[in-house]
């Protein structure tokens, strides 16, 4: 009985060991829309030095939000999503991905996060809004201030300014979330914004400038192309600064915490934040400790001293508070002390804005869709009087 005693508990430590090594071995599947080439890179050497194995795509294989929520769904083989915003979030947690769920989690640092978390489940990492910014010099408004009540008065400023050439991307999605904004009509069944919001959006990519070779809005507006233009909050600073020493730019923004010959539109109702969350992922045919090691990359990447770290190095700003005191913050940057209107109640319903955009997200992107907003010339697109008559019941549904 006793041999029999040695040899099962011989077989025990033998499972045990091969489970650890097996854990210890194990290549963390990661998906994410915050996965530039220089962030996968970076994300992957830093997690080797702290004893994780990982693989993530970079945005030449994956690109937005859209595209890393339908690849973890269609795949089913990722331990790890994090980036995407509040609207996919909220899509994600309530189970309208057939092949996605988030497993229950609480990682040392969630009282750390502030309202930026989903209990249990997903908590914060970076702080994000999208900007609206105009050069001031010659090449801009020589001088004039601009000061807009809403998004949509963009339309009527009398300057150029940048539109993007996509509907997809968690950017271009953020900025026609903030100029329909101003049009929330939770009775209109043109999901739900007026049809006076569809037109302030369709003549903002009718009388914008397409740029088609450009992802984002910041060197067009570098260049002196345009007046005015979008951007994301993350990075601005960087690559400001960056433009300003390249010899390849003839009259770039300069200046960034002091801007020089560039600033902030002053829009009343302020901008559209959002931020990008951690959750870890239910995957079939994971053992239990490769689980504890999938949590305890989680607890890795998001904690005050690896987020310091990577807002350091990517010009971003951390939901940790603890990251933002590691990361030398001494103040709010003016670009994060805006007004947040994504947490601004809807009259008329019970959701706050960010909500109502995760509640009628598919629809505005079927309309979208429908109506071709975003020409890749200008002068294909058609008049707006068009959309006075038009079956928004239809166009709210996928194209066939």
Same mark, same amino acid.
């Given at each position: 009985?006793?041999? #029999?005693?040695?040899?099962?508990?011989?077989?025990?430590?033998?499972? %045990?060991? #091969?489970?650890?090594?097996?854990? &210890?071995?194990?290549?963390?599947?990661?998906?994410?829309?915050?996965?530039?080439?220089?962030?996968?890179?970076?994300?992957? +050497?830093?997690?080797?030095?702290?004893?994780?194995?990982?693989?993530?795509?970079?945005?030449?294989?994956?690109?937005?939000?859209? /595209?890393?929520?339908?690849?973890?769904?269609?795949?089913?083989?990722?331990?790890?999503?994090?980036?995407?915003?509040?609207?996919?979030?909220? /899509?994600?947690?309530?189970?309208?991905?057939?092949?996605?769920?988030?497993?229950?989690?609480?990682?040392?640092?969630?009282?750390?996060?502030? &309202?930026?978390?989903?209990?249990?489940?997903?908590?914060?990492?970076?702080?994000?809004?999208?900007?609206?910014?105009?050069?001031?010099?010659?090449?801009?408004?020589?001088? +004039?201030?601009?000061?807009?009540?809403?998004?949509? &008065?963009?339309?009527?400023?009398?300057?150029?300014?940048?539109? /993007?050439?996509?509907?997809?991307?968690?950017?271009?999605?953020?900025?026609? %979330?903030?100029?329909?904004?101003?049009?929330?009509?939770?009775?209109?069944? !043109?999901?739900?914004?007026?049809?006076?919001?569809?037109?302030?959006?369709?003549?903002?990519? !009718?009388?914008?400038?397409?740029?088609?070779?450009?992802?984002?809005?910041?060197?067009?507006?570098?260049?002196? &192309?345009? /007046?005015?233009?979008?951007?994301? %909050?993350?990075?601005?600073?960087?690559?400001?600064?960056?433009?300003?020493?390249?010899?390849?730019? !003839?009259?770039? #923004?300069?200046?960034?915490?002091?801007?020089?010959?560039?600033?902030?539109?002053?829009?009343?109702?302020?901008?559209?934040?959002?931020?990008?969350?951690?959750?870890?992922?239910?995957?079939?045919?994971?053992?239990? +400790?490769?689980?504890?090691?999938?949590?305890?990359?989680?607890?890795?990447?998001?904690?005050?001293?690896?987020?310091?770290?990577?807002? +350091?190095?990517?010009?971003?700003?951390?939901?940790?508070?603890?990251?933002?005191?590691?990361?030398?913050?001494?103040?709010?940057?003016?670009?994060?002390?805006?007004?947040?209107?994504?947490?601004?109640?809807?009259?008329?319903?019970?959701?706050?804005?960010?909500?109502?955009?995760?509640?009628?997200?598919?629809?505005?992107?079927?309309?979208?869709?429908?109506?071709?907003?975003?020409?890749?010339?200008?002068?294909?697109?058609? %008049?707006?009087?068009?959309?006075?008559?038009?079956?928004?019941?239809?166009?709210?549904?996928?194209?066939?």
């Amino acid at each position: 009985m006793k041999k #029999l005693f040695t040899v099962l508990l011989a077989v025990m430590m033998m499972v %045990s060991l #091969l489970s650890f090594a097996s854990a &210890d071995d194990y290549t963390i599947k990661i998906y994410s829309n915050s996965n530039s080439p220089e962030r996968v890179q970076w994300l992957v +050497e830093k997690a080797a030095e702290a004893g994780f194995k990982i693989d993530i795509d970079d945005n030449s294989v994956i690109s937005g939000d859209t /595209q890393a929520i339908q690849a973890a769904d269609e795949k089913k083989d990722g331990d790890i999503i994090f980036g995407l915003n509040e609207t996919r979030w909220g /899509q994600l947690i309530n189970g309208e991905y057939a092949n996605l769920k988030i497993i229950d989690w609480t990682p040392s640092w969630a009282d750390q996060v502030g &309202d930026f978390k989903y209990e249990g489940k997903a908590y914060g990492l970076v702080i994000q809004n999208v900007l609206m910014l105009y050069r001031t010099d010659d090449l801009g408004t020589k001088g +004039e201030s601009l000061h807009f009540a809403h998004w949509a &008065d963009l339309i009527d400023c009398g300057y150029t300014w940048y539109r /993007q050439n996509k509907i997809g991307g968690t950017t271009n999605m953020n900025t026609n %979330s903030a100029i329909l904004y101003a049009f929330t009509d939770p009775e209109s069944p !043109a999901g739900g914004i007026s049809i006076d919001g569809w037109k302030a959006l369709w003549k903002y990519c !009718a009388n914008g400038v397409v740029f088609p070779d450009e992802k984002y809005g910041l060197n067009p507006i570098i260049r002196g &192309d345009v /007046q005015v233009s979008t951007f994301y %909050s993350s990075s601005l600073y960087g690559n400001i600064d960056s433009a300003a020493e390249d010899p390849n730019y !003839a009259n770039p #923004l300069k200046g960034t915490l002091n801007p020089e010959n560039w600033a902030l539109v002053d829009i009343d109702d302020g901008t559209y934040y959002i931020a990008e969350y951690l959750g870890i992922l239910d995957k079939e045919g994971r053992t239990d +400790e490769q689980t504890e090691t999938v949590k305890a990359f989680a607890e890795w990447f998001g904690s005050a001293e690896t987020q310091a770290a990577w807002s +350091e190095e990517f010009d971003s700003y951390p939901c940790n508070a603890a990251a933002v005191e590691g990361a030398g913050y001494t103040e709010v940057p003016a670009i994060y002390s805006i007004k947040n209107f994504a947490m601004e109640p809807v009259k008329g319903s019970d959701m706050k804005y960010y909500e109502y955009v995760a509640a009628h997200s598919k629809e505005w992107t079927n309309i979208i869709t429908n109506l071709v907003f975003f020409w890749a010339d200008n002068a294909a697109a058609p %008049s707006d009087s068009e959309l006075d008559t038009l079956d928004w019941a239809t166009l709210t549904q996928a194209a066939e």
